[in-house]
């Protein structure tokens, strides 16, 4: 079978993967080293009927992808770092009336104005925690440009499933590198749809009461039903209540759509696990060189392996648990001060076996750096 075929920007995948998927609408504001991503959909969503709007700064993109969604059409919006922090209180909205919607932060380094052109992996602990209270959220990431593609697809069926905004978190190298892309046919790859609600026009509707598998339906507001939307903890109804078994209630139900199904949203890759002694852990443009020193290594006869993360958040406790369980050592690779490895620390049984290679000057973490490591480890005898 002949296959669409591209060579592509991992941005331009990114739109490509989101048109797949059905989006309607898209509002941002141009920023380096995202740019390329409104600039496609401003040609391309047009085109196939949806809604592309510039809007006057990162704010307004925000609230604009919320209200749409509202409507009943797919949304996202585009960012990087700067953005991204200006976003964090209406995403906590999002978060709160549950309202699909995707979200990209093309990374570039920090803090403030930092290092617009290079790259960086420093918004992993923002992505988590960036909004106040207490919350739970899904991060994605990818380290290929066909795995932006699909990745991006995953996105917004995942936000759809559970009413959520769902991040993307790439970083500048996969945003501006080139790959091939191998474009599926339409119907290839499953797709999430909104879930309406059945209730009748005139008949009462509570908009924020499960069902008995946690989804939500929705009514395209707007449409046949009157509601309340509010940033508020809230009864069944929308309307705002302060009593604490509503508040409890809420605050569960949104943590726990993520949390108890965590397991199901992950995504991963693993590499040469069988016989391990050395496990290395990484994501985004960071695993593209592990893979490379993984596969060498290998051909000398050495044991390591190797797992990719694709989903950042809710972070897979479980299966890191179990697939370190006999390694000698565990290396996070990533390129910042060790955002994620605190956090493999507290997923393995002995975060002493834990150990950061890192970067933190805009250039991407080359095989020299990670054989420096290997040679320190045996080097200390550990």
């Known amino acids: 079978m002949?296959?669409?075929?591209?060579?592509?920007?991992?941005?331009?995948a990114c739109v490509e993967g989101a048109l797949y998927a059905g989006l309607d609408f898209f509002a941002g504001y141009p920023i380096t080293p995202s740019t390329e991503i409104a600039e496609h959909l401003s040609e391309r969503l047009p085109i196939k009927g949806g809604k592309f709007i510039q809007m006057e700064d990162e704010i307004a993109s925000m609230c604009a992808i919320i209200g749409a969604s509202l409507t009943g059409k797919k949304v996202m919006t585009a960012t990087s770092g700067p953005g991204f922090s200006l976003k964090q209180e209406a995403l906590g909205y999002a978060i709160m009336a549950e309202i699909p919607c995707v979200i990209v932060n093309v990374q570039r380094g920090g803090p403030s104005t930092g290092n617009p052109t290079h790259v960086s992996q420093g918004d992993v602990n923002q992505a988590r925690w960036g909004s106040h209270g207490d919350y739970a959220i899904v991060v994605m990431t990818a380290s290929t440009i066909q795995d932006v593609f699909e990745v991006t697809i995953r996105a917004f069926n995942i936000a759809e499933t559970y009413r959520t905004p769902v991040i993307l978190l790439f970083d500048e190298i996969i945003g501006h590198m080139r790959e091939k892309l191998i474009l599926p046919e339409p119907g290839e790859i499953p797709l999430v749809?909104?879930?309406?609600t059945s209730v009748k026009s005139g008949v009462d509707y509570h908009p924020y009461l499960p069902r008995e598998d946690g989804r939500l339906p929705m009514s395209d507001f707007g449409g046949k039903h009157r509601y309340n939307v509010t940033g508020l903890f809230h009864d069944m109804w929308g309307f705002p209540s302060t009593k604490p078994e509503i508040v409890?209630?809420?605050?569960?139900?949104?943590?726990?759509?993520?949390?108890n199904y965590a397991e199901s949203i992950c995504m991963y890759k693993e590499f040469e696990l069988e016989d391990a002694e050395i496990i290395f852990i990484s994501y985004g443009a960071s695993?593209?060189?592990?893979?490379?020193?993984?596969?060498?290594?290998?051909?000398?006869?050495?044991?390591?392996?190797?797992?990719?993360?694709?989903?950042?958040?809710?972070?897979?406790?479980?299966?890191?648990?179990?697939?370190c369980a006999n390694a000698r050592h565990v290396i996070v690779v990533e390129m910042n001060m060790g955002q994620l490895t605190r956090t493999v620390k507290n997923a393995v049984e002995d975060h002493r076996k834990v150990?950061?290679?890192?970067?933190?000057?805009?250039?991407?973490?080359?095989?020299?750096?990670?054989?420096?490591?290997?040679?320190?480890?045996?080097?200390?005898?550990?």
């Open 287 to 323: 695993a593209r060189t592990v893979l490379h020193t993984v596969k060498n290594r290998r051909k000398a006869g050495e044991k390591v392996g190797f797992i990719e993360l694709q989903t950042l958040w809710p972070f897979p406790y479980n299966i890191i648990r179990r697939k």
């Open 248 to 259: 409890h209630g809420l605050l569960r139900h949104l943590n726990d759509k993520i949390i």
């Open 355 to 382: 150990f950061l290679m890192n970067r933190i000057d805009g250039l991407l973490i080359t095989v020299s750096d990670i054989r420096n490591i290997l040679r320190m480890l045996q080097g200390k005898g550990v």
């Open 2 to 12: 002949k296959r669409n075929v591209k060579f592509v920007q991992g941005n331009e």
């Open 193 to 196: 749809e909104r879930m309406r």
